[in-house]
């Protein structure tokens, strides 16, 4: 008899830790699963801008900008400011440029309830008229929340590192 008090009292006890554990697991829980939600639209977010641009499809990147985006220059000297200008950017760099290979590593985003930042390193090999080019560096994002979607506000790159080759018949001893 003893033995059955003692297993009942454990199970009540356990029972109501449970209650208690798991209401504040659930809370927990749900706040982590929310910030995990977010983060993945983030990254599915710069996988879908990556790849319309990839395939020039412009239209589908200028649903994920704020109309006031920035766009910084590699030098952080000049900027293009706002959505029209931005896709104008990445149509010319198209027009002028075949991508030979692109690769985007994992995305690493830091997100609040209204603004997120978001980055990854990436490497690309592209060829114009003149040269082959290839890059490897960090592309770093500013996301804001406008009517409950995430819009780019910001976007740079950093640690940019260039390799050329020049296509001239000329340079070819």
Do not use: P
Not at 18 to 29: A, D, E, H, P, V
């Amino acid at each position: 008899m003893l033995v059955k008090d003692a297993k009942q009292k454990e199970n009540n006890h356990f029972k109501r830790l449970s209650k208690i554990l798991l209401g504040k697991s659930f809370n927990y829980f749900s706040q982590t699963m929310s910030a995990q939600t977010e983060e993945q639209r983030i990254t599915e977010i710069i996988d879908e801008i990556n790849e319309s641009w990839l395939f020039q499809k412009f239209d589908k990147i200028a649903t994920h900008l704020h109309e006031e985006v920035v766009l910084v220059q590699r030098d952080f000297e000049d900027a293009i400011i706002g959505k029209e200008t931005y896709i104008e950017a990445y149509q010319e760099f198209t027009q002028h440029a075949a991508v030979n290979r692109y690769r985007a590593d994992k995305v690493h985003v830091f997100c609040s309830d209204e603004v997120a930042n978001a980055h990854y390193q990436f490497r690309i090999e592209y060829e114009t008229a003149e040269e082959v080019v290839q890059e490897k560096g960090i592309d770093v994002f500013t996301f804001k929340k406008v009517k409950g979607e995430w819009k780019v506000i910001w976007r740079s790159v950093a640690n940019v590192k260039v390799l050329r080759a020049d296509k001239s018949v000329e340079n070819k001893d």
